[in-house]
């Protein structure tokens, strides 16, 4: 089980990044081909949404079957056990989530600077008309 969640991991990681070189500040020729190669690899890598979406899924049914540790029977170790399963499992949903929303707006900010793209040709030759 821990795979996934690993994998999952180093593709928010992968998505901060490509977020963070989306939006820095670089030349128009340079920024043109980074956006263009982003696209492509848009459309196989939304994959992460289902997967994230399956297991935010697995996430909920665990919730619903794990056994409560709330009452005197409990140990302290028992009790700790408990506790750090509700930490994992909050975690893993910040990660679900977390990938979910990259995803987006990796694909909503390629999207914008096509259309930039098309409004600044379309304004080049109502000036050169």
Not at 58 to 71: A, F, P, Q, S, V
Not at 99 to 121: G, T
């Amino acid at each position: 089980m821990a795979l996934q969640w690993m994998i999952l991991t180093y593709v928010v990681a992968a998505e901060a990044a490509v977020a963070i070189l989306l939006t820095l500040p670089s030349p128009k020729a340079i920024k043109s081909r980074i956006v263009s190669l982003i696209s492509l690899a848009l459309q196989p890598s939304l994959f992460i949404v289902p997967f994230a979406g399956f297991q935010l899924l697995d996430i909920y049914w665990k919730n619903e079957h794990r056994l409560m540790c709330t009452g005197e029977i409990c140990t302290a170790a028992e009790r700790d056990r408990y506790e750090k399963s509700i930490y994992k499992a909050q975690r893993n949903a910040i990660l679900c989530l977390a990938a979910c929303l990259l995803y987006w707006c990796i694909y909503r900010v390629c999207k914008y600077y096509k259309e930039i793209q098309n409004i600044e040709e379309v304004e080049k030759r109502l000036k050169d008309e």
